[in-house]
């Protein structure tokens, strides 16, 4: 049983379009949750993070938005680039450091100029 | 920032033989990592925690005895995949987070094993 979804195996945007990746979790305990960025062959770079506490968290043109409720998350870019193009994963984790990171099965972000 | 090495990045060896992979925290003491499997196209799947000192604990459907892992000091943890199949080609990845990190869980740049 996935207990990070990602529903959208890809998404297309026209460059400096917004882009809109979601992610929806089952496991209430879930208190950490984190977008990375892969590239084929390489380990995924974290992008930006928010803790249960909040509902929002914003980092230059990436911003993450909780609905706790709804079990549901969303990463943002505006304006999306070219570059931006890769597998973004959401990722989950409950309690402290010691915890492993539950992750997504990633969504494809192509961005065309 | 938080550096993870991980090495090899890529390995191709034998059916049979047996692979050891390599996680090391560069600037930061880990007492634990973290080891994931990548199947092409799929998710990042947790495949077992790694504590320094004392055993690691093994998710679900991974097979202890195949994937061995040590954690000897706070910053190395190494994965050996024994007598390797070609079904063990995949995508290797280990992460740590560092203690007081107000971001994510910092991960190696991972290991291509490919098993002929």
């Known amino acids: 049983d996935q207990q990070v979804k990602q529903n959208s195996p890809s998404l297309s945007v026209q460059e400096g379009r917004i882009s809109i990746l979601n992610c929806d979790y089952t496991n209430s305990m879930f208190d950490y949750f984190l977008w990375y960025k892969k590239y084929p062959a390489e380990g995924p770079t974290f992008l930006i993070s928010?803790?249960?506490?909040?509902d929002k968290n914003e980092d230059g043109r990436f911003t993450v938005f909780l609905n706790k409720s709804a079990k549901h998350l969303s990463l943002h870019i505006v304006p999306s680039q070219p570059g931006d193009s890769a597998v973004y994963f959401c990722?989950?984790?409950?309690?402290?450091?010691?915890?492993?990171?539950?992750f997504g099965k990633g969504t494809t972000l192509s961005v065309s100029s | 920032g938080a550096v993870v090495s991980q090495h090899p990045s890529r390995v191709i060896c034998k059916s049979g033989t047996s692979v050891k992979i390599e996680c090391r925290s560069l600037?930061?003491?880990?007492?634990?990592m973290f080891w994931y499997r990548q199947f092409p196209k799929k998710s990042l799947m947790l495949m077992a925690t790694?504590?320094?000192?004392?055993?690691?604990?093994?998710e679900q459907g991974v097979e202890k005895d195949k994937f061995l892992i040590n954690h000897a000091s706070l910053t190395l943890s190494t994965l050996t995949v024994t007598s390797a199949h070609p079904e063990d080609s995949s995508f290797y990845i280990c992460?740590?987070?560092?203690?007081?990190?107000?971001?994510?869980?910092?991960f190696g740049s991972g290991t291509r094993l490919t098993v002929v």
């Open positions: 992460s740590a987070r560092p203690q007081g990190a107000s971001g994510g869980y910092t």
């Open positions: 600037d930061f003491q880990a007492t634990t």
């Open positions: 928010i803790s249960s506490i909040k």
């Open positions: 790694s504590n320094e000192g004392s055993k690691a604990t093994y």
């Open positions: 990722a989950a984790s409950a309690g402290q450091a010691g915890t492993a990171l539950i």
